[in-house]
Every structure is written in structure tokens, then in C-alpha cells.
């Protein structure tokens, strides 16, 4: 039996623990990465990359927008097609115009730009729009990413030694055991395996919460912002329904890729076509004109979702060298740098930036 010695290994090379792996080896610690597939497949290949502040509550709000500020700092390579495009939240009726103004207030409260748009406005910043909606809110300092590729470069960067195509059986004391029947022995252990976290860590309050995605042939010009109906987050809060909405976003190669649906105790991978129909009806009922353009590719993925849709960041109550970096659904390619940032400052007994205390597991573990 082959044994490697760390101060740290990472279990899962998507785009949370690609980011975990590349600050710790920032700060001079040497880390395994051991990921069963590929670099950033799971749920970062099926996420839009949207690099987006949210305010479904204050500690979502703090996470989001501490690691939107991380993101703007980096030096991104350009395959990871890093557009500045920004977010427009659309109010397809009053009761949705006042959400948006609600937002308006509580992201300008906290010092981020935004700007209410009218129907008029609207428009005009979005041709392609259908006619009749009331207006918006655009958050012009959102962006989009290539996730995959983003987490390529952070492992890259990290210089750790991976170990790809190779499954972890089991968390143990010291470490991991492979179940080729090696081990690797570490002082720090991370499960950050999304989804599939409570298979290695049992008892975590962790669901798989299956979504679709179709992307376009290249149309430059169609789509200038990512824009998401207000009503997504009426869908985004139902933790049990099936839901759609409509979600979609400009890439760099002028493909558009379309969101967004969410399914709950669904362990199979493959296209619901029931679900995937009614997700590409929503996204025509907002930009008529995608009736006419050509899709070539649609796929599913499975977000790691918790009961308050905040992630676990921090280390397990009763495994003290373990740490958890999981539960992130929809916002794991936003927030992977801050999670990053908060997993080294506990690791490190340092002061982190925000408080850690609504994003630890104990929170969730203690009830489970």
C-alpha cells in the first residue's frame, strides 16, 4: 500500500475545491487533489457561471458579494472567457416591479450599483425582449465565467499533486484511503464533492437537486446582459417542486446558454424531456426570437442543496482534521473563492473576513 503525506487533500477538483486547493497552496501547504472524473465536471460543469450577488438573506448576500470582490481582484486567463456583462432581473408585472425595487434598495443599501430600468429602457437595453414587460433592475457589476476552465486554472495554479480517474472509499482518521487500496495521509482533509458530500461524510443535510442547461450556436449580438426573471426566485424558494424559469446568458463565443430547473430526488442523469420543454417554453415566452436559433447541446447536472441554501464551510463537529467545502446549489461557481477564503482562515485559526458562523456545519449537523 502506497502512503503520501500532506498538509492537506482535497476530495473533488470542481471549481469549490480546485479554489480551496489553490489558497491553501498560497499559503505554503503542500495539498493532493484526488478527484474520481475530471477536472471541473459534476455541478461546475453544469452551472451558467454566473457571477452574481444574491440576497435571499443577509449571510447569502455577504458570501456572494465578498466573492464577487475576490473575483474582480483576479488576473483570469482567456479561457476562462471572463465577461463583464452584468445582471438584468426582469419585472414581468408590478407585483415583480416591486421586488425589483426592493432589491434596488437593499443591494444599493449595502453599496452595490444598481439601476431600475422602465419599460422603455428595458427594451432598449434588450431588443430581443418580448413586449409588455414593466421593467427591471440591472446590477451592471455581475459577470459570467467558463467554469470549467476556471477550475482547470485553479488547480493549475495550485501546483498540488493530483490524483485524477481515482475514487476516495473512505475519510479516515489520518487521511484518505483510495479504493485502489492506497492511502494518503494528510494533516487536513476537504470534502468538497458536492452532491455526493454525504456519501464520504454521512449525516449531512445535503440533497441533489438536478438542473438542465441547453446552449446555442453561435449568434453574437442577440443577448447583451444575463438576464433572470424576477420570477425565479419565487421558484428558487420551493425546496420540494419542480420548477423552471426562465435564466440565460451571453458566453464570449456568442453561443447563448439557457436556464434554468430545478428537480428534486431525481438520481438520474439524463434530459427530462417534459422538464427541458417546459424550461425552453419559459425562455421563449421573454425572448420570442429563440424560437428561430439552433441549439446544439443540452445536459444535466446535480447542485448540492441544503434546508437554508447556505453552504457548509468549516470543519465537522466529530472529525476535527475534517473539513467540509459542499452545499452551495446554484451559487458553488460565484462563491468558490470566498468558501476558499474562509476554509484557509479556520485551517489557519485566522480572523476571516465575514462571519463564518452562518455557513458552518455544526449548524445543520447538530440537527441532522
Known amino acids: 500500500m502506497n502512503s503520501n503525506a500532506y498538509d492537506m487533500v482535497v476530495i473533488g477538483a470542481g471549481i469549490?475545491?480546485?479554489?480551496?486547493?489553490?489558497?491553501?497552496?498560497?499559503?505554503?501547504?503542500?495539498?493532493?487533489?484526488?478527484?474520481?472524473?475530471?477536472?471541473?465536471?459534476?455541478?461546475?460543469?453544469?452551472?451558467?457561471?454566473?457571477?452574481?450577488?444574491?440576497?435571499?438573506?443577509?449571510?447569502?448576500?455577504?458570501?456572494?458579494?465578498?466573492?464577487?470582490?475576490?473575483?474582480?481582484?483576479?488576473?483570469?486567463?482567456?479561457?476562462?472567457?471572463?465577461?463583464?456583462?452584468?445582471?438584468?432581473?426582469?419585472?414581468?408585472?408590478?407585483?415583480?416591479?416591486?421586488?425589483?425595487?426592493?432589491?434596488?434598495?437593499?443591494?444599493?443599501?449595502?453599496?452595490?450599483?444598481?439601476?431600475?430600468?422602465?419599460?422603455?429602457?428595458?427594451?432598449?437595453?434588450?431588443?430581443?425582449?418580448?413586449?409588455?414587460?414593466?421593467?427591471?433592475?440591472?446590477?451592471?457589476?455581475?459577470?459570467?465565467?467558463?467554469?470549467?476552465?476556471?477550475?482547470?486554472y485553479f488547480v493549475e495554479s495550485s501546483g498540488a499533486d493530483l490524483f485524477l480517474g481515482v475514487a476516495v472509499g473512505s475519510v479516515t482518521a489520518d487521511g484518505v484511503r483510495l479504493r485502489d487500496g492506497s492511502a494518503i495521509s494528510a494533516g487536513v482533509i476537504v470534502n468538497a464533492t458536492g452532491s455526493w458530500a454525504p456519501a464520504l461524510t454521512p449525516g449531512l443535510a445535503v440533497k441533489k437537486r438536478k438542473g438542465h442547461l441547453v446552449i446555442t450556436d453561435r449568434y453574437p449580438g442577440f443577448l447583451r446582459h444575463q438576464l433572470v426573471e424576477l420570477g425565479y426566485l419565487k421558484s428558487a424558494h420551493s425546496v420540494t417542486a419542480d420548477s423552471v424559469a426562465f435564466n440565460i446568458q451571453p458566453r464570449r463565443t456568442g453561443q447563448l446558454l439557457i436556464g434554468s430547473s430545478r428537480q428534486y430526488d431525481v438520481d438520474e442523469p439524463y434530459v427530462d424531456l417534459s422538464i427541458l420543454t417546459r424550461m425552453l417554453d419559459r425562455a421563449v415566452e421573454y425572448l420570442p426570437g429563440l424560437r428561430k436559433l439552433s441549439s446544439l447541446r443540452t445536459w444535466t447536472g446535480f447542485r448540492a442543496a441544503t434546508p437554508d441554501k447556505l453552504p457548509l464551510i468549516g470543519p465537522h463537529e466529530e472529525h476535527k482534521r475534517l473539513y467540509l467545502a459542499t452545499g452551495h446549489e446554484g451559487l458553488g461557481i460565484t462563491t468558490s473563492l470566498a468558501t476558499a477564503k474562509l476554509l484557509v482562515a479556520q485551517v489557519m485559526n485566522r480572523e476571516p473576513a465575514i462571519p463564518i458562523a452562518p455557513y458552518l456545519p455544526s449548524r445543520v449537523t447538530q440537527h441532522a
Open 16 to 152: 469549490v475545491g480546485a479554489a480551496c486547493a489553490a489558497e491553501c497552496a498560497r499559503e505554503g501547504l503542500s495539498v493532493a487533489i484526488v478527484e474520481a472524473g475530471i477536472i471541473g465536471g459534476g455541478a461546475t460543469a453544469a452551472g451558467m457561471g454566473h457571477l452574481v450577488v444574491m440576497d435571499d438573506s443577509e449571510a447569502q448576500f455577504a458570501l456572494t458579494r465578498y466573492s464577487q470582490q475576490l473575483w474582480d481582484e483576479m488576473s483570469l486567463p482567456r479561457e476562462v472567457e471572463y465577461d463583464a456583462c452584468g445582471t438584468i432581473w426582469i419585472a414581468a408585472d408590478d407585483e415583480e416591479m416591486a421586488e425589483a425595487m426592493r432589491k434596488a434598495k437593499f443591494y444599493s443599501d449595502r453599496g452595490v450599483r444598481v439601476e431600475v430600468l422602465d419599460a422603455q429602457s428595458l427594451a432598449e437595453a434588450e431588443p430581443n425582449l418580448r413586449p409588455g414587460l414593466v421593467g427591471g433592475l440591472r446590477v451592471p457589476g455581475d459577470s459570467v465565467i467558463y467554469p470549467p476552465c476556471a477550475a482547470q
